[in-house]
């Protein structure tokens, strides 16, 4: 790599920057100050959210000064959606969200071998402004006509719903702050996701109208697998970094499911893996995809990356527990939770048949159908295998009193839970 802006490119983390010879130019010049701004319009970070941080950490490692800051203000308000009007948070919601966040980002950004990063919160300098300062010393630098060219305006202006005058404001806001950390901190870079253009070039321009200086804006791809389709954003799907809202087996599950013709791409976004070593991972891909050792990669360096090496290592003892050759009954107690909450079942009380426990889960439509399946020798209560059609389950079955795990034949799994 010549410099570090290729790298970006050639990771797939460039969409769109500002006077992109400038910039390299910046950049190879530096080190130079780049923020990021994450709002806590929820409790957790999600997976697009990663991608910044991920961009970050190799600005970090390039050896330039990174700002993480959390929204306190900005996360009041809401960036616009194209849908619908954001649900205002109490402000004491918002203050416990912030704190979630920026240790999550704290997490991320406090990597080895770079240049320690700087956390803010814009609450900071956003809450002594009064109104009318506000519109006397930043609003006259805004035309409207320009703000209403913004997508999320534009397509709200167009909806029956219209766009409150608080959301309205929110690109004043995020602007107010570039132009708060070009002067604190001599911040000459924003970086965000490509939906963030509008808001990031308006705070450029503030720079440029107050200061007469010059920032830059680098925004990163939305990230969509092989049809175009956005990753991680189905209806109550999203993919959190809170292990309390994605728990780090399914998140390490999401990873390892991604499709063959995506995995290479996510692995040259989401990785540290060298080209040579994404050479290999590619003509495995093309080889032997059954083994998705590609996947496995991607898994582990990902979770790694956001729950730490121990969840890692535990989460893969529980999915080959589940679906290898590992030991169910050597699971720590949240790991076989968490494991066990991806697959069908019931509640199932202790004393209960086996037989009716089978059809109970799910495993099978029928008593008839799971005296066959036994006689057949193909179930299993947590690995081992039960040949009396007469077994009752007795409250030692269920592993760390909460689960029994049933199987029939080698792929059927269920979670017969303890009532």
């Given amino acids: 790599m010549t410099d570090i802006l290729d790298e970006l490119q050639w990771r797939g983390l460039v969409a769109q920057t500002t006077d992109e010879t400038a910039l390299r130019q910046a950049l190879a010049d530096g080190p130079i100050t780049v923020y990021c701004g994450f709002d806590p319009t929820a409790p957790s970070l999600h997976f697009g959210n990663l991608v910044q941080l991920i961009l970050l950490r ?115 806001l995020q602007a107010l702050d570039y132009l708060h950390l070009y002067r604190e901190y001599g911040c000459t870079l924003q970086t965000g996701a490509q939906d963030q253009w509008g808001n990031i070039t308006a705070g450029s321009e503030l720079i440029h109208r107050v200061d007469g200086g010059t920032a830059h804006a680098l925004t990163t791809p939305l990230i969509t697998d092989s049809q175009g389709r956005k990753f991680g954003k189905s209806e ?25 013709d995506s995995v290479v791409h996510l692995l040259r976004i989401f990785t540290d893996l060298t080209r040579s070593e994404l050479d290999e991972l590619a003509r495995q891909v ?19 990356l956001v729950h730490g090496a121990q969840a890692t290592a535990s989460v893969q003892a529980a999915s080959e527990a589940l679906f290898g050759k590992g030991d169910i009954t050597a699971l720590e107690e949240q790991t076989l939770v968490d494991a066990t909450g991806e697959l069908p079942g ?74």
């Fill in 346 to 419: 019931a509640d199932v009380p202790a004393g209960t048949g086996l037989l009716d426990a089978l059809v109970a889960t799910g495993l099978v439509d029928s008593k008839k159908a799971a005296r066959r399946a036994i006689g057949d020798g193909a179930v299993s209560i947590n690995g081992d295998r039960v040949g009396d059609e007469g077994y009752v389950l007795a409250a030692g079955d269920y592993l760390h009193n909460r689960v029994a795990v049933l199987r029939r034949g080698r792929k059927n799994l269920a979670a017969a839970r303890l009532a």
């Fill in 236 to 260: 109550g799907n999203a993919v959190w970094l809170d292990p309390s809202m994605t728990s780090p087996y399914s998140f390490y599950q999401y990873w390892l499911n991604i499709e063959d």
């Fill in 286 to 304: 093309a080889v032997e995809p059954h083994r998705r050792t590609a996947q496995r990669t991607l898994a582990t360096e990902v979770t790694t």
């Fill in 58 to 172: 190799h600005l970090q490692r390039a050896g330039h000064r990174i700002i993480g800051l959390v929204g306190g203000s900005t996360g009041l308000i809401g960036d616009p959606r194209p849908t619908s009007e954001r649900r205002l948070k109490e402000k004491h919601e918002t203050a416990t969200d912030v704190e979630r966040i920026a240790a999550q980002v704290r997490q991320i950004l406090s990597v080895d071998g770079g240049t320690p990063p700087t956390f803010v919160n814009n609450l900071d300098w956003t809450e002594p402004i009064s109104a009318l300062d506000f519109l006397r010393d930043y609003g006259k630098y805004f035309r409207v006509n320009q703000m209403i060219k913004k997508d999320a305006v534009a397509a709200r202006l167009e909806s029956e719903q219209g766009i409150s005058y608080t959301e309205f404001s929110y690109q004043i």
